[in-house]
């Protein structure tokens, strides 16, 4: 069945760095392209960014650009958020999620349970 | 940008009750080309992640009971649950992804949490 598991969460200063891993399985990986979207405590959903299927494309939320960097690795099925000079307002729930490829509506049809990133020194 | 904003914040219905969220979109998400518009609808239980519920605006996901439907066109946006179930209890949220420019955005209303009255 179709899984996405997100790793690579936890407790960082403020200013320092952290990689997310979402490792895919039960899909051809290559064929879809993916997000990063996070939930601060008790907040909303917030869009972070997307990288296309052959990882040419990456667009990022205002919030992030230059600090955030999305890439993949085909070969590994898994998705990367690279996340450098983080800031408190950074802490939330990171979640992956697959954009759906047949109909071309661009909305998210499989999502992972999510890692906590807490920004604190 | 295009910003979504939805009403209420929060809501709570009866058991078997008509619930409806509302998410007005401060540009049209209508594709003129394809007359379809780009805004999707998940549901969030506490400790879960969102479940896609409709996209199009109207188009329900496979295995979404039918009591849930969307409707709207171009800047504003309705789900309803037409008899609320104890398992509908969540914080629902809308999702716009068009762009006419290269650059892609998939923002989110703030969410409406529902509750059971």
């Known amino acids: 069945q179709v899984q996405l598991v997100e790793s690579g969460g936890g407790v960082v200063q403020p200013g320092r760095s952290l990689r997310l891993s979402c490792a895919a399985s039960g899909f051809t990986f290559s064929y879809y392209s993916f997000h990063w979207v996070r939930q601060a405590p008790g907040k909303g959903l917030e869009w972070v960014a997307v990288i296309s299927d052959d990882g040419n494309n990456k667009y990022y939320a205002d919030s992030v650009k230059g600090r955030f960097t999305i890439s993949r690795d085909n070969s590994k099925n898994t998705m990367y958020l690279q996340m450098k000079s983080l800031r408190p307002e950074d802490t939330a729930v990171y979640y992956c999620?697959?954009?759906?490829?047949?109909?071309?509506?661009?909305?998210?049809?499989?999502w992972g349970q999510g890692t906590l990133v807490t920004v604190s020194s | 940008d295009i910003v979504l904003t939805q009403s209420p914040d929060s809501l709570a219905v009866s058991l078997g009750e008509r619930a409806t969220i509302n998410c007005k979109s401060s540009q049209s998400v209508l594709y003129s080309s394809n007359n379809k518009n780009y805004l999707a609808w998940y549901q969030q239980k506490p400790g879960q992640p969102p479940k896609l519920l409709i996209y199009w605006a109207s188009t329900r996901e496979s295995g979404v009971p039918d009591r849930f439907s969307g409707s709207g066109s171009g800047t504003d946006f309705t789900l309803t649950i037409s008899s609320l179930q104890a398992e509908d209890v969540a914080v629902y949220y809308c999702?716009?992804?068009?762009?006419?420019?290269?650059?892609?955005?998939?923002?989110f209303g703030q969410g409406t949490k529902l509750e059971i009255k």
């Open positions: 999620a697959r954009e759906e490829k047949y109909t071309g509506s661009y909305h998210f049809d499989q």
């Open positions: 999702q716009q992804s068009y762009t006419t420019s290269p650059e892609r955005m998939y923002n």
